[in-house]
Protein backbone atom coordinates (compact mmCIF):
# COMPACT_ATOMS: atom_id res chain seq x y z
CA UNK A 1 0.00 0.00 0.00
CA UNK A 2 1.02 3.69 0.02
CA UNK A 3 2.47 5.16 3.11
CA UNK A 4 2.11 8.90 3.92
CA UNK A 5 4.55 10.92 6.30
CA UNK A 6 3.72 14.53 7.14
CA UNK A 7 5.86 17.02 8.64
CA UNK A 8 6.12 20.73 9.33
CA UNK A 9 3.76 21.19 12.33
CA UNK A 10 4.25 23.18 15.31
CA UNK A 11 3.52 25.53 17.56
CA UNK A 12 3.37 29.58 16.68
CA UNK A 13 1.80 32.39 17.30
CA UNK A 14 -1.31 34.70 15.07
CA UNK A 15 0.01 35.87 12.60
CA UNK A 16 3.01 33.74 11.70
CA UNK A 17 3.86 31.17 9.10
CA UNK A 18 4.55 27.20 8.55
CA UNK A 19 4.94 25.15 5.51
CA UNK A 20 3.94 21.45 5.77
CA UNK A 21 5.32 19.14 3.34
CA UNK A 22 3.84 15.50 2.92
CA UNK A 23 5.88 12.74 0.64
CA UNK A 24 4.13 9.25 -0.58
CA UNK A 25 5.93 5.77 -0.56
CA UNK A 26 5.44 2.69 -1.11
CA UNK A 27 3.06 0.51 -3.38
CA UNK A 28 2.29 3.56 -5.78
CA UNK A 29 0.26 2.79 -8.68
CA UNK A 30 -0.98 6.33 -10.17
CA UNK A 31 -1.71 8.90 -7.42
CA UNK A 32 -4.41 11.31 -9.33
CA UNK A 33 -4.87 13.68 -6.49
CA UNK A 34 -3.30 15.08 -3.14
CA UNK A 35 -4.92 17.36 -0.33
CA UNK A 36 -4.44 18.49 3.38
CA UNK A 37 -7.40 18.18 5.87
CA UNK A 38 -7.57 19.06 9.15
CA UNK A 39 -9.70 18.21 12.10
CA UNK A 40 -10.19 19.95 15.43
CA UNK A 41 -11.72 19.23 18.90
CA UNK A 42 -15.44 18.59 18.09
CA UNK A 43 -15.25 18.92 15.01
CA UNK A 44 -15.25 16.35 11.59
CA UNK A 45 -12.39 16.17 9.26
CA UNK A 46 -12.60 18.72 6.43
CA UNK A 47 -10.95 19.66 3.27
CA UNK A 48 -8.34 22.62 3.53
CA UNK A 49 -6.87 21.89 -0.17
CA UNK A 50 -6.81 20.01 -2.75
CA UNK A 51 -4.47 19.27 -5.81
CA UNK A 52 -4.87 17.20 -9.00
CA UNK A 53 -2.08 16.14 -11.15
CA UNK A 54 -2.61 18.57 -13.78
CA UNK A 55 -2.44 21.63 -11.10
CA UNK A 56 -5.67 22.58 -10.66
CA UNK A 57 -6.55 23.21 -6.96
CA UNK A 58 -9.20 24.15 -4.49
CA UNK A 59 -9.27 25.71 -0.95
CA UNK A 60 -11.93 26.33 1.78
CA UNK A 61 -13.48 29.05 1.71
CA UNK A 62 -11.87 30.16 5.39
CA UNK A 63 -8.11 29.80 3.94
CA UNK A 64 -8.85 31.27 0.50
CA UNK A 65 -5.59 34.05 -0.03
CA UNK A 66 -3.86 32.79 3.34
CA UNK A 67 -2.52 29.20 2.02
CA UNK A 68 -1.35 28.12 -0.88
CA UNK A 69 -1.10 23.83 -2.32
CA UNK A 70 1.50 23.00 -4.12
CA UNK A 71 3.08 19.48 -5.70
CA UNK A 72 6.11 17.43 -7.12
CA UNK A 73 4.81 15.01 -9.21
CA UNK A 74 8.00 13.69 -9.62
CA UNK A 75 8.45 13.05 -5.86
CA UNK A 76 5.09 12.51 -5.02
CA UNK A 77 4.84 14.99 -2.56
CA UNK A 78 2.39 18.11 -1.70
CA UNK A 79 3.17 20.80 0.15
CA UNK A 80 1.17 23.58 2.32
CA UNK A 81 2.29 27.06 2.86
CA UNK A 82 -0.08 28.49 5.51
CA UNK A 83 0.59 32.07 6.42
CA UNK A 84 -1.48 34.55 8.42
CA UNK A 85 -2.41 31.80 11.00
CA UNK A 86 -5.30 32.31 12.93
CA UNK A 87 -6.34 30.74 16.15
CA UNK A 88 -9.08 28.85 14.58
CA UNK A 89 -6.34 27.07 12.21
CA UNK A 90 -5.77 25.39 15.20
CA UNK A 91 -6.23 21.46 14.05
CA UNK A 92 -3.98 17.97 13.73
CA UNK A 93 -3.50 18.47 9.76
CA UNK A 94 -4.24 15.33 7.56
CA UNK A 95 -2.36 14.16 4.24
CA UNK A 96 -4.29 12.41 1.97
CA UNK A 97 -3.29 10.87 -1.58
CA UNK A 98 -5.65 9.25 -4.22
CA UNK A 99 -4.30 6.26 -5.96
CA UNK A 100 -6.09 4.24 -8.32
CA UNK A 101 -9.31 3.92 -6.30
CA UNK A 102 -8.13 4.17 -2.96
CA UNK A 103 -7.50 6.70 -0.54
CA UNK A 104 -4.58 6.91 1.75
CA UNK A 105 -4.27 9.45 4.60
CA UNK A 106 -0.83 10.12 6.95
CA UNK A 107 -1.04 9.91 11.18
CA UNK A 108 -1.57 13.59 10.94
CA UNK A 109 0.48 16.59 12.01
CA UNK A 110 -0.72 18.85 15.33
CA UNK A 111 -0.58 22.35 13.90
CA UNK A 112 -0.99 24.90 17.15
CA UNK A 113 -1.67 28.54 17.12
CA UNK A 114 -1.67 30.44 19.98
CA UNK A 115 -0.64 33.84 21.42
Known amino acids: QVQLVESGGGLVQPGGSLRLSCAAS????????MGWYRQAPGRARDLVAR???????IYADSVKGRFTISRDNAKNAVYLQMNSLKLEDTAVYYC?????????WGQGTQVAVSS
Open 26 to 33: GSIRSISA
Open 96 to 104: SARDWDKNY
Open 51 to 57: IISGGST
